[in-house]
């Protein structure tokens, strides 16, 4: 298991930009950070929680969801525990909790939240018009 923590959200006017970051910690023994394929995902109020975003292990592979791609960067430092998002454009239809996730062993798809046992309390992201 794995604490992971959220932060970087806040107030953003349609059009900017910002960068998301999840801290990895109190990783269990015999594993570290990397041991971990990581993802974002979010949630607006009523709605189901969606992929954002994902990331390989070792960081040599991505994927996006459809309204991510062209405008969005995930990336990750292993030395550092901490998983990345940067997102430019931002909509209105971008506001909401965003997640970080992790796994292990990852037996389904990286975009399906099944797939994710370790997740954080999430930060909020608004996006005024």
């Known amino acids: 298991q794995v604490q992971l923590v959220e932060s970087g959200g806040g107030l953003v006017q349609a059009g900017g930009s910002l960068r998301l970051s999840c801290v990895a910690s109190?990783?269990?023994?015999?594993?570290?950070?990397?041991?971990?394929?990581m993802a974002w995902f979010r949630q607006a109020p009523g709605n189901e929680r969606e992929f954002v975003s994902a990331?390989?292990?070792?960081?040599?592979?991505?994927y996006y969801g459809d309204f991510m791609k062209g405008r969005s960067t995930i990336s990750r430092d292993n030395a550092k525990n901490t998983l990345y998002l940067h997102v430019n454009s931002l909509k209105p239809e971008d506001t909401a909790v965003y997640y970080c996730?992790?796994?292990?062993?990852?037996?389904?798809?990286?975009?399906?939240?099944?797939?994710?046992?370790?997740w954080g309390q999430g930060t909020q992201v608004t996006v005024s018009s």
């Open positions: 996730a992790g796994v292990h062993v990852i037996a389904g798809s990286w975009d399906d939240e099944t797939s994710y046992d370790q």
């Open positions: 109190s990783i269990g023994s015999g594993r570290t950070f990397s041991d971990y394929g």
């Open positions: 990331i390989t292990w070792r960081g040599d592979r991505t």
